[in-house]
């Protein structure tokens, strides 16, 4: 048995969406005492991540399923590559097969697009992080191929920390009020981040004492004079709509010497790595 049982809620109700009563197909064809090996192999390069998610899958199906791993999570492949080496019941090989694939190709399919905008910003000093703009439910599990994909998590929730956005800024009746009624309400072990859209936004936000600023959809000129007036009294963010190599690029940003920058694109488009599973 791997370690990753944090995933199995995810697992688990993943299988009981694809097969909610039975598997009509297998359990019509497969003797239940049939007994295959599989591989599982890289369609295309990417950096794997998941890879013994993939592999509980089966346990939880057939905790006597045997599995060989040829990688590793945060491992680049390219296509061709053997990944894992199954061997079980042909019939939880077979039941368990969409499921397993699914995740895997989507987690890698994260790590894959992270590694790509973290070494575009490599030789810069700021950090690559997630948004909330996950799939409903399996949060956890793409926060994690984000960190695979050597990115780093914001807040995984509405609960582990502050972000005041707009809207809350808007119904506070302003910056300087809602960062007020926060600190008067929340320990003071928690930093609070608000966000920002103009000059005038950054310079109450930091005189107020706000400890992360961030600069929503600001053009790079505008983040670069916003940097200055931060001053380095709170940690800089950028964030909106930014992309590899079109529209608010993540060099360009990166470049205007903000701190972080936060990416919604890492998990709210996702392309999944393009693997399968062969029964042998």
């Known amino acids: 048995m791997n370690d990753y049982c944090e995933f199995d809620d995810i697992i688990i109700n993943a299988l009981k969406e694809d097969m909610p009563f039975c598997d009509l197909t297998t359990e019509s064809i497969i003797d239940k005492s049939q ?5 599982v192999i890289a369609k295309e390069e990417g950096v794997i991540a998941g ?3 993939f592999g509980r899958v089966f346990e939880l199906l057939d905790s006597k399923t ?5 990688v590793n999570d945060g491992d680049s492949v390219n296509a061709g590559d053997v990944l894992v080496y199954l061997k079980g019941k042909t019939s939880v090989l077979l039941k368990g097969e969409r499921t ?3 995740i895997l190709g989507m987690t890698s399919g994260i790590a894959t697009k992270t590694s790509k905008y973290v070494e575009e ?3 810069l000093q700021v950090s690559i992080t997630d948004t909330r703009k996950t799939t409903p439910g399996i949060r956890l599990l793409q926060k994690y191929a984000v960190r695979v994909g050597g990115g780093v998590n914001h807040r995984f929730c509405l609960s582990d920390g502050v972000l005041i956005k707009d809207n809350h800024i808007k119904a506070a009746g302003g910056i300087t009020n809602a960062v007020k009624l926060v600190k008067e309400r929340i320990p003071h072990t928690i930093k609070i981040e608000v966000e920002t859209e103009t000059l005038e936004q950054v310079v109450e936000a930091t005189q107020c004492g706000a400890d992360i600023i961030m600069l929503d959809n600001m053009d790079y000129d505008m983040m670069r004079k916003a940097i200055k007036l931060v001053d380095k009294r709170a940690i800089t963010e950028a964030s909106g709509n930014v992309k590899m190599s079109e529209g608010r690029k993540v060099r360009e940003i990166a470049l205007t010497g903000v701190d972080i920058i936060s990416i919604g694109d890492l998990t709210h488009t996702i392309d999944n790595l393009d693997i399968s599973m062969r029964i042998l």
Do not use: G, Q, T
């Open 100 to 102: 397993a694939l699914n």
């Open 66 to 70: 045997s599995i060989e791993y040829y």
């Open 35 to 39: 007994i295959s090996e599989a591989k």
């Open 121 to 123: 910003v490599r030789d």
């Open 51 to 53: 890879i013994k998610v």
